[in-house]
């Protein structure tokens, strides 16, 4: 199995290389950052992530091509999530963790129907060295560090599939706003089904290419048009869960099968070229020790030089 998701690791770096070459161009990069830091401003549970896209394929007409694996998306994301109180946990939170993953993701259009079919390598624990991250950037603010009891206890070292799929599509809703209802599946690290519905008021996403971030649901974007101005996004979706690595059973968490997400944000671009984005997510409970959700915050930044 290891070597059958190395072997896939590496098919994806290749497949990010030639995506430059032939008929393909590089069409756009896009972030994401979120932390609970910029919401409700604890350091717990899905505290922090970073999620990046960089989109090669034909020339951009406006949306995407219909051809599936003409446009791809090299997706490169980190995570870490973490208990409660970082020093002494209660026994029943969630154990810490850390994730990084790449991927391979295209994006097609058939009809007004929107597709989104990937796969990422998920590699998880201590190996990732993100406990080690966290700790120094702790101690150069002079925050709390995790103990080294929590981070003895973390997920597991371990390389795992992921595989996510999208479909949505959008309707307008007057001149200036949109409606667009989606539905999601992921397998592998975390297996769900979930369905939701995003509502934009601006000219955020028209004639534009964005990918949703997988913590919060903000979606971000990738590649871009010449608007300015300010455009305002909500959100919400409802997900049934099945599986989740991050939440082992066999250390007797219950996993709560439904998860929901309320969303909000502000998108602004100035004639400089200038943009920035806030948004922040309601999280709801994962696991049966949860006694409440969480907000965090997502941020994006786009200086032009």
């Not at 290389?17 to 609970?36: I, K, S, V, W």
């Not at 060295?129 to 973390?154: C, G, K, M, W, Y």
């Not at 989606?182 to 975390?190: C, D, H, K, Q």
């Amino acid at each position: 199995m290891l070597k059958l998701l190395t072997a896939a690791l590496c098919a994806t770096i290749c497949l990010s290389g030639l995506a430059e070459a032939q008929d393909r161009q590089r069409l756009g990069y896009g972030r994401l950052l979120t932390n609970d830091f910029f919401g409700d401003g604890e350091d717990r549970w899905r505290t922090g992530g970073f999620q990046s896209s960089r989109v090669w394929g034909p020339a951009w007409e406006g949306m995407a091509p219909s051809g599936f694996g003409q446009l791809l998306e090299l997706r490169l994301a980190a995570e870490i999530l973490a208990p409660d109180d970082i020093r002494t946990p209660d026994p029943s939170d969630r154990p810490y963790a850390g994730a990084l993953s790449i991927g391979l993701h295209t994006h097609f259009a058939r009809g007004p129907m929107e597709y989104s079919v990937g796969g990422d390598v998920v590699f998880l624990g201590p190996q990732t060295r993100l406990d080690e991250f966290q700790d120094a950037f702790h101690d150069t603010f002079n925050i709390v560090p995790p103990s080294d009891a929590v981070r003895d206890a973390q997920i597991e070292n371990d390389i795992r599939p992921n595989l996510v799929a999208e479909a949505g599509r959008s309707f307008q809703v007057g001149k200036a706003s949109s409606l667009r209802p989606f539905v999601e599946a992921r397998a592998g690290v975390e297996t769900l089904v979930r369905a939701g519905v995003d509502f934009t008021y601006g000219g955020l996403g028209q004639g534009e290419l964005l990918v949703r971030d997988g913590v919060s649901g903000q979606r971000y974007r990738v590649v871009q048009a010449d608007w300015t101005g300010f455009s305002f996004v909500v959100g919400a979706d409802i997900a049934r869960v099945s599986d989740s690595e991050f939440l082992p059973s066999e250390r007797g968490i219950g996993l709560e099968e439904t998860r929901e997400r309320v969303r909000a944000g502000v998108m602004w671009r100035s004639e400089t070229g200038i943009s920035g984005f806030y948004g922040l997510t309601y999280l709801g409970e994962e696991f049966e020790g949860q006694d409440e959700g969480q907000i965090v915050g997502a941020i994006r930044w786009r200086v032009p030089f």
